[in-house]
Structures are given as structure tokens and as C-alpha cells.
């Protein structure tokens, strides 16, 4: 799944936790986005980056881990 990797390193996000998140995505048949399932898998963050900063990149790793979910569930 290149299209994945892509993901996990244009975000830099935990590769061994992101690819657990989307295998338990396609077993449940849902991605959850609520409370801290995304921000496990981003890098950590620094107390001194605004609060919105990390919010809109949570949101933009959560809109791209459902694009690909979306892109793929249909044909498993």
C-alpha cells in the first residue's frame, strides 16, 4: 500500500501505530477520528505550538486517513 506509506511519511506519523489504526479500521469497518486515536499517531507535539496548529493538523491526518479508508473499504 504505497498510497499509505505516502501518508505516514508526507505526515510523519508513527508508522507501526498509523498501519494498526487502518487495520483495525477495515476490521470494524469504520475510522475513528475522536478523542486522541489521531494524535497517537502524529509526532509529539511542543508546548510551545499554538493550540490551532495542532488541531488543523490532526484534521488534515483525519481527512487523509479517511480519504484512504473510504478509497479502499469499498473494495475489501
Same mark, same amino acid.
Given at each position: 500500500?504505497?498510497?499509505?506509506?505516502?501518508?505516514?511519511?508526507?505526515?510523519?506519523?508513527?508508522?507501526?501505530?498509523?498501519? &494498526?489504526?487502518?487495520?483495525?479500521?477495515?476490521?470494524?469497518?469504520?475510522?475513528?477520528?475522536?478523542?486522541? +486515536?489521531?494524535?497517537?499517531?502524529?509526532?509529539? $507535539? +511542543? &508546548?510551545?505550538?499554538? !493550540?490551532?496548529?495542532?488541531?488543523? +493538523?490532526?484534521?488534515?491526518?483525519? !481527512?487523509?486517513? $479517511?480519504?484512504?479508508?473510504?478509497?479502499?473499504?469499498?473494495?475489501?
Amino acid at each position: 500500500m504505497l498510497e499509505l506509506q505516502q501518508i505516514i511519511e508526507d505526515e510523519n506519523l508513527d508508522e507501526v501505530a498509523t498501519r &494498526m489504526f487502518i487495520d483495525q479500521a477495515f476490521r470494524d469497518g469504520l475510522i475513528r477520528t475522536e478523542g486522541v +486515536s489521531i494524535t497517537r499517531l502524529m509526532p509529539p $507535539k +511542543s &508546548m510551545f505550538t499554538p !493550540d490551532n496548529e495542532h488541531g488543523i +493538523s490532526k484534521q488534515k491526518v483525519a !481527512d487523509r486517513l $479517511k480519504a484512504f479508508f473510504d478509497r479502499f473499504f469499498s473494495l475489501a
